[in-house]
């Protein structure tokens, strides 16, 4: 039994991808601008006597995700001014939210599976991660160090873009809880598109309070360590371990944990000490004068509840009872929204095209076979091509047709997956692909006879062996007629045929 157990909370930045900045009408280019300095202006730069104005999507944006995550909202809220001086902060201090923020009191459940209750916060089993609170802020600018020169140099294209803060409650006990709980947040903000949530661009910024309590003890007995400067979620992961670890071992030795934030260092695989931590009243927290406090009635809440997409919790759900789809596959089906809408439109094609009775196939059946190649062999061509399936040049329609012909029959599996790839590189129909490269199973019953009886011929011992009661005599009779049918041949039929001749 471990002697020291992990309490993990965490705090979570995300870029709100709105057209314009927090507090004034610059144009919101999440700071990825490839010139510094052109999105800005004399109220996200700090000018005196400029004046801020709300970003009224921002707002409802960070509500939305609120009720996403199952928080409640808070019908007076207010900003607040959070000061301290940094070369990249130009007003001196940030403009952001401390005792009315406006979401809090949420929850987002990991490692369960689908939800019951209809919200990406609930499942059936899997953990609960509390979400103490959500609020708004802006965003400062950015410091670039330019090689070989003593100076510094700030851009404040992302000064004053709107940035929504997360923090949970001290509820996760590991580095796997951490990445998970922020890839399911990525995925929320994502499907509520309301941000990108790409790690890699700075649009998430992850941060994780670590500390360790002895067995008996207060669970929050220990000293928090802040780590910051984490971008990815593999990262988050590693430097949670780290943490965790490297406390551990000084606490062994007897040594003091001190209260500090650290940074991550991915090169070394380790974390850096940075700078002591700062408590809330080093901040000097007061409202902000210059925006009155902001009410909410009811019905702006319920307009915002009826605003809220199908979640992927919820789709996840309904794949899997709609479409009778095993959990594993819902669960991927749901990771990226394109991909699941994708696959809804293939449904219903599918389910159109058995409505004509185009093809005799059993409808259930096929739409596992559309999910089951959606998962492998389409994203295994899109991993290749490093692709997104807003790339791929497959319309809904063809690879239904392509589903329902496999489905039925008409081709075999390795002739799909030859068809495919044509469809991949193309977007070509996949029945004229079949016809040129004449794909289409042998269903001819006198010519399958035909080569059957040349087979059993050539392959007399294969045949006295079947008859004395050896299974893979039959698959190996069945082997060469494939070979001899160029892969054409329908193996059932194949199977049906022989065993009527032996």
């Known amino acids: ?62 509500q939305l995700a609120g ?29 952001s939210q401390y005792d009315q923020p406006f979401c809090e009191k949420g929850k987002l459940i990991i490692n369960g599976p689908a939800s019951t209750r209809g919200d990406a916060s609930s499942t059936r089993g899997g953990k609960e991660i509390g979400i103490t609170r959500i609020h708004l802020e802006e965003d400062t600018g950015k410091l670039i160090h330019p090689k070989g020169v003593d100076y510094t140099l700030v851009d404040f294209n992302r000064a004053g873009v709107p940035l929504m803060e997360l923090v949970t409650e001290p509820d996760i006990e590991t580095g796997e809880e951490a990445r998970i709980f922020c890839q399911k947040l990525q ?46 979620f593999k990262f988050v992961e590693k430097a949670i371990n780290f943490e965790i670890e490297r406390q551990t071992e000084m606490l062994e030795k007897g040594e003091k944990i001190i209260q500090e934030t650290r940074g991550w260092d991915a090169n070394k695989g380790e974390t850096v000490s940075q700078r002591t ?33 199908e979640l992927p ?8 009872e709609e479409y009778n789809l095993p959990e594993n596959d819902t669960a991927v089906l749901v990771a990226e929204k394109e991909l699941a809408e994708y696959f809804e439109q293939v449904v219903s094609e599918i389910k159109e095209k058995m409505g004509c009775k185009e093809y005799e196939c059993a409808e259930d059946k ?19 091509e490093n692709h997104i399936i807003q790339d791929i040049k497959i319309t809904p329609e063809n690879y239904a047709e392509l589903i329902c012909i496999v489905a039925s029959g008409k081709i075999n599996s390795s002739a799909a997956q030859t068809v495919l790839l044509e469809m991949y590189k193309t977007g070509g129909d996949p029945s004229q692909i079949i016809e040129e490269k004449n794909l289409a199973q042998m269903d001819n019953s006198e010519e399958l006879e035909k080569i059957m009886d040349e087979v059993l011929a050539k392959n007399e011992k294969s045949v006295a062996d079947f008859k004395a009661g050896k299974e893979n005599a ?25 065993h009527n001749k032996l």
């Open 313 to 320: 919790d919820q789709k996840a759900k309904r794949f899997g």
């Open 187 to 232: 995925q929320i903000c994502r499907y509520l598109e309301i941000s990108d949530a790409d790690m890699e661009k700075g649009n998430m910024r992850c941060e994780a309070n670590i500390s360790l309590y002895k067995k008996g003890e207060d669970k929050l007995s220990g000293t928090k360590v802040e780590v910051k400067n984490i971008n990815s």
């Open 474 to 498: 039959l698959k190996f009779l069945i082997g060469q007629i494939m070979k001899e049918t160029k892969g054409k041949a329908n193996p059932q039929k194949v199977q049906e045929i022989l």
């Open 277 to 309: 931590k700062e408590s809330a009243h080093d901040y000097r927290y007061f409202p902000e004068p210059d925006i009155p406090p902001l009410k909410f009635d009811q019905e702006y809440i319920d307009n915002l509840k009826r605003k809220l997409p």
């Open 366 to 384: 096929t739409i596992k076979l559309a999910a089951n190649y959606a998962i492998t062999e389409l994203r295994r061509h899109m991993i290749l």
């Open 1 to 62: 039994m471990k002697k020291y157990t992990p309490v993990i909370g965490m705090e979570i930045h995300v870029e709100l991808k709105t057209k314009s900045k927090m507090f004034c009408d610059s144009k919101n280019g999440l700071g990825l601008e490839r010139e510094p300095n052109v999105n800005i202006c004399p109220v996200c730069t700090g000018q005196p006597g400029t004046l801020p104005v709300p970003n009224r999507q921002a707002i409802e944006f960070t």
């Open 67 to 95: 009720l996403a995550l199952g928080c409640t909202l808070r019908q007076v809220s207010k900003f607040d001014r959070k000061n301290y001086f940094y070369p990249d902060l130009p007003k001196g201090y940030q403009i």
